[in-house]
T-cell receptor
């Protein structure tokens, strides 16, 4: 079956602009996670959804970052007033219910110029 | 001190060598442990998933967890050039909790 799909694969935007990053999880996976990965670093947790609700958003760096999952499947990570420091690879992962491991997409590489 | 530590490498070994990759952690509540492999410009790919202490083997890969020492290891036997990648360890405390990742170790297997 299809894995986790993320679009776009690359996004270049100017400082101050708004961006949306999309994640389509593995079918049937109820848990969805967003991580951010900078060069040479491990993934850093941003937010976790169980179904439609954000179960843990403690990793969002500030109120410019917001994520939704309105129907419990596709999720969108939204970043307002982008800054150069937001440049990173944004990874989405999903897992089946319970304590299953994460399955990742290939990420969206965001560059803020 | 970071919650999960890994030697960043790079670690270079000849083809056919046994590779040992390690992580240490500080949170004794971690119970679920994972190893991921990440190729350049790709997402992490799950290799091994273990619960609590003990060993788990899958093909050329063996994962070990020593909770008393807060130390986990991944062994790769008969390493191949295609194993050249960054290896990430990850762990979580339990259901509904987020996964915490180490910074990764870069491995290069030379033909």
């Amino acid at each position: 079956g299809a894995g986790v799909s993320q679009t776009p694969s690359n996004k270049v935007t100017e400082k101050g602009k708004y961006v949306e990053l999309r994640c389509d999880p593995i079918s049937g996976h109820t848990a969805l996670y967003w991580y951010r990965q900078s060069l040479g670093q491990g993934p850093e947790f941003l937010i976790y959804f169980q179904g439609t609700g954000a179960a843990d958003d403690s990793g969002l760096p500030n109120d410019r970052f917001f994520a939704v999952r309105p129907e419990g499947s596709v999720s969108t990570l939204k970043i307002q007033r982008t800054e150069r420091g937001d440049s990173a690879v944004y990874l989405c992962a999903s897992s089946a219910q319970g304590t299953s491991p994460l399955h990742f997409g290939n990420g969206t590489r965001l560059t803020v110029t | 001190q970071k919650e999960v530590e890994q030697d960043p490498g790079p670690l270079s070994v000849p083809e056919g060598a046994i590779v040992s990759l390690n992580c240490t952690y500080s949170n004794s509540a971690f119970q679920y442990f994972m190893w991921y492999r990440q190729y350049s410009r790709k997402g992490p790919e799950l290799l091994m998933y273990t619960y609590s202490s003990g060993n788990k083997e899958d093909g050329r890969f063996t994962a070990q967890v020593d909770k008393s020492s807060k130390y986990i290891s991944l062994f790769i036997r008969d390493s191949q050039p295609s194993d050249s990648a960054t290896y990430l360890c990850a762990m979580r405390t339990g259901y509904g909790q987020n996964f915490v990742f180490g910074p990764g170790t870069r491995l290069s297997v030379l033909p």
